[in-house]
């Protein structure tokens, strides 16, 4: 089974590049010169030497013996917390914005939803010397009040989103429209694995770090750079890419995505895609989306800023369709009692983004030499506000 | 033949085409407003079928997409609409909106019920080129519709011959890569644009849109193609009047005359 991308940018029958004809001549600059660019040792040095000296990979790959010993497994946490700016997001602002300034771009874009990205985004453009404008939806930026403050310390601009559900697919509609009117300086670093070909691939590439990493850590803990499981959550699916890209090809190894259920699938309030999702288009790729039968976009929710999208990314999509990785819905009070399992068990703070994975561990029928691996994706410090209000802290 | 294809016979400048959203303001609204901008001298109509995430509008039609949602307009409500507008209007009429609702309805469907009902062609701005060639276009043409593409002042020379070849109604010149409702370019590299387009010498008539306004953008851009559309202006002349019938005659003539 081929998991890939092909050179016209399908994963299966998800994927291309539905975009007005104003976003064609930057989609296909980018398309045309993205892989020549990554792959030039000029970009590598420059790229290897940020993840290492700015970001702090590698990432440790932590045995979390009490998790374990509550699971009756052997349960390993992939720290991508502890990069630089708090999560996962800036393995791909690092990739991207090299690539801009290699594309002679002056100005930055960026949508966001829980603000890690925006975060990540402010972070690279403030390290790079660029303009950067963020776009975040209006409730998000309520609740994620401190990532806001971030952004605008390190220089960028935050444009609150004030359509739809004022929430993540609202902000990349107008980071879409702001790119549509500036075509010539802009670049917009999207930042998951959705959107308009060539994107979904260069930032699952850009993640694929977190992946590559693992296997080599695994070996050297383990003996064996293949686990049992992999684990990760979904919104638009970027940790989760970047946590099954190495393994795609194990067919041994079970990768489960946990996506958001909110107060439940069948609730009216969740963003379960898969589950819920049928076939069509949104932000410029063919996926499965949260849809009417009309054909017009369901408000998702979610308890999380992250995973409250309406979509997947297109190679989710296809993963989904050819049955590779395991779709799993968990709610808001699941994922929160998890983050709170792993704070107590682990002292470690996740967000609640990553704790809909960790809560996907309570249903899995471990066997006692079983390894799993979760991508710990980011950390719970933007959530606390969240936390206080849910557990009366 | 199709209208469209009758009317760029007929007459090569000054055409003037008004785009509105459909099932706003109110959901019965679609057909009165069509019949009002023949009435007043509208050459073609757009009628736009709403989407919830119109990337390539600016907020007055991503406020009355919004509105015809919630007023209940679906593509199955609107070629109800529809099956009553022959021969009460009789010129040419354009669907206009994005892939997704058309995709959920499945094209061949759509573009069977839009020849059923008397469109006359269909732009889907999100339905790329390629996509178009490789998946639908028999569909359109089996259905005598004509789909119309998008050119900016990024296009290259070789991807507007490409749409020229492809493109059997008109095409659709943006005044500048922008979403829609802002105002027009007036800059030199625009006219350069608009001149270095015209000098091409395309098969199809080229018809300017976004940032039509007024009478000064409509002459303006007469000047360089066949005739210009107005959308965002016109939408925004509909909003908030219980009478917006009222207004669309001297709306109409204001863009074409400046009276």
């Known amino acids: 089974m081929n998991y890939r991308v092909n050179e016209k940018g399908y994963y299966g029958d998800f994927g291309g590049a539905y975009i007005p004809e104003m976003l064609y001549p930057n989609i296909e600059d980018l398309r045309t010169c993205y892989l020549d660019i990554i792959n030039s040792p000029i970009f590598q040095i420059e790229y290897q030497d940020l993840l290492k000296n700015y970001v702090g990979r590698p990432s440790p790959l932590y045995h979390a013996e009490r998790l374990s010993k509550r699971y009756g497994a052997t349960i390993y946490l992939k720290r991508e917390d502890l990069n630089h700016t708090g999560a996962h997001k800036i393995n791909n602002t690092i990739g991207q914005i090299i690539l801009a300034e290699r594309l002679g771009k002056k100005r930055i874009i960026a949508e966001t939803g829980a603000g890690q990205h925006g975060v990540a985004t402010a972070t690279v453009c403030a390290l790079k010397g660029l303009e950067c404008v963020i776009y975040m939806g209006e409730v998000d930026i309520k609740r994620q009040a401190p990532n806001v403050a971030r952004m605008k310390m390190m220089g960028a601009t935050v444009i609150p989103a004030t359509s739809g559900s004022k929430t993540l697919k609202d902000a990349t509609n107008e980071a879409m429209r702001d790119w549509i009117n500036n075509p010539v300086d802009t670049h917009y670093i999207i930042g998951s694995v959705v959107g308009p070909h060539p994107y979904p691939e260069m930032v699952s590439l850009f993640q694929s770090v977190i992946s590559e990493e693992t296997k080599t850590q695994l070996f050297s803990q383990t003996g064996s750079s293949q686990p049992d499981y992999v684990l990760a959550c979904v919104g638009g699916g970027s940790n989760a890419m970047g946590m099954f890209y190495h393994f795609l090809d194990d067919e041994n190894v079970q990768l489960i995505a946990a996506e958001a259920a909110g107060l439940g699938v069948n609730s009216g309030h969740s963003a379960a895609t898969s589950i819920l999702g049928r076939e069509g288009v949104l932000h410029g790729s063919r996926t499965i989306l949260m849809q009417t039968d009309d054909g017009q976009v369901i408000e998702p929710y979610s308890i999380s800023a992250g995973l409250d999208y309406p979509g997947i990314g297109p190679q989710h999509a296809h993963l989904h369709k050819v049955k590779r990785v395991k779709y799993v819905a968990i709610t808001d009070d699941e994922a929160m009692q998890a983050c709170m399992l792993c704070s107590k068990l682990e002292g470690i703070i996740p967000a609640i983004e990553t704790g809909h994975a960790l809560a996907a561990l309570e249903n899995i029928a471990f066997k006692k030499t079983d390894v799993a691996v979760i991508c710990l994706s980011g950390r719970g410090d933007k959530d606390l506000d969240t936390f206080m209000n849910y557990f009366k802290l | ?259």
């Open chain 2, 1 to 259: 033949m199709n209208t469209l294809q009758q009317l760029f016979q007929r007459k090569q400048n000054n055409i003037l085409s008004v785009y509105y959203t459909a099932g706003y303001p109110k959901l019965a609204a679609t057909l009165p407003i069509a019949q009002a901008l023949e009435l007043a001298g509208a050459d073609f109509l757009e009628i736009g079928f709403p989407y919830s995430d119109p990337l390539a509008d600016g907020p007055v039609i991503q406020k009355s997409s919004e509105e015809a949602i919630a007023n209940g307009m679906t593509l199955n409500v609107l070629f109800e609409q529809l099956k009553s507008i022959r021969p009460s209007v009789k010129i040419p009429i354009l669907l206009m909106g994005y892939a997704n609702p058309m995709l959920q309805y499945g094209v061949e469907n759509f573009c069977k019920k839009a020849a059923e009902v008397g469109v006359d062609g269909v732009i889907v701005p999100d339905l790329p080129l390629h996509e178009y060639e490789e998946f639908y276009k028999p569909y359109f043409e089996d259905n005598g519709l004509s789909n119309i593409f998008l050119i900016t002042p990024q296009t290259s020379e070789a991807r507007i011959r490409k749409i020229d070849d492809l493109s059997n109604g008109f095409i659709y010149m943006l005044s500048s890569s922008a979403t829609t409702g802002k105002s027009l370019n007036t800059s030199d590299d625009i006219s350069a644009y608009y001149q270095r387009v015209k000098n091409m010498n395309l098969k199809n008539k080229l018809i300017i849109g976004f940032g039509i306004s007024d009478n000064a953008s409509f002459v303006r851009a007469n000047q360089y193609a066949s005739g210009a559309i107005v959308g965002s202006a016109f939408v925004k002349t509909l909003a908030g009047k219980h009478d917006y019938l009222a207004h669309i005659d001297a709306f109409v003539k204001g863009i074409k005359e400046g009276v």
